[in-house]
């Protein structure tokens, strides 16, 4: 169900995958994220609609699935972060398909994404954009740590914050793609700032203090790891802490398997960065955090 959280902002958290939003500006709409399954996309799009009669940019906080696969449901240009363009360029087919095997017990989703279309971002930026519209100030701002691409949109007036999946509540974060230090670092920032209130990229409304178990979540994962690798296991051998990262957050009937493949990503990523961190001679202090 649409909430209206402060004048003309409005998030809905109830769709299969990332949270969306949506900022109405004098001269039209910022939409933030979009469904991964068609039919909420387009309830998405028909919710959008009945706010305002144009979208002025969608806007992608990274390039995985569950914020981008709706896009094709909104006439407007994407916008995101220039490495969220880089990977979106390179999804073919067979991206359609791997999205589809997530599905394999709701054969009824899987045949609407058979009419999906990727809409790659036509307007792109690095560190920071920007924008006045409509009487409204609007930041861009790269975030990372989750991804390269991860990025969060800041409204100074009301100091919301939609973080994509930089921050996620009661659930397990993907670290498959991430710089496990940089988004410990960025983390510890976040809970200095003085944010009326954050927008997760899943789970519940929150404030600052809702990223400390994500934090915690990637300590944890960074320490076994780092256990694993300097006792000369191999990064298969390592993937027994799989079973000790489990039962971190709670995860529904039924997804465990998904929840273990999303955990196994992450051991990977994060034992190849403790082997490249070692490598280059760093000390123990170094990687500690």
Not at 23 to 33: E, K, N
Request: glycine share 6%; net charge positive; aromatic share 8%.
């Amino acid at each position: 169900m649409i909430q209206e959280i402060a004048d003309r902002v409005f998030v809905e958290l109830d769709y299969e995958g990332a949270n969306v939003g949506c900022v109405l500006t004098d001269a039209g709409a910022i939409v933030i994220d979009t469904p991964i399954v068609p039919d909420e996309a387009r309830h998405w799009a028909d919710t959008v609609s009945k706010l305002t009669d144009k979208v002025l940019y969608v806007f992608n906080t990274d390039h995985h699935r569950a914020h981008i696969m709706g896009n094709q449901f909104f006439d407007a240009p994407v916008l995101a972060h220039e490495a969220a363009w880089k990977e979106m360029t390179n999804y073919k087919d067979t991206f359609i398909e791997r999205t589809k095997n997530l599905f394999k017990k709701r054969p009824d989703i899987q045949k609407q994404l058979d009419q999906v279309k990727i809409i790659r971002p036509e307007v792109c930026f690095t560190g920071k954009l920007v924008m006045q519209k409509g009487g409204r100030e609007l930041h861009f701002t790269y975030l990372g740590g989750h991804t390269p691409a991860t990025s969060g949109l800041f409204l100074p007036k009301e100091r919301i914050l939609f973080t994509g999946d930089l921050v996620v509540v009661d659930e397990h974060p993907a670290l498959g793609q991430c710089n496990s230090e940089e988004w410990l670092t960025k983390l510890r920032w976040l809970r200095k700032q003085k944010y009326a209130q954050i927008v997760p990229g899943h789970g519940p409304l929150c404030n600052v203090e809702a990223s400390e178990p994500v934090s915690e979540y990637i300590r944890a994962m960074r320490s076994r790891v780092r256990s694993q690798f300097k006792s000369g296991r191999s990064k298969a051998e390592a993937a027994v802490v799989i079973s000790q990262m489990l039962d971190f957050f709670p995860y529904r009937q039924g997804e465990k398997s998904i929840i273990e493949k999303r955990i196994r990503a992450g051991v990977s990523r994060v034992y190849d960065e403790m082997k490249a961190m070692y490598a280059q001679g760093q000390d123990n202090s170094k990687i500690a955090g």
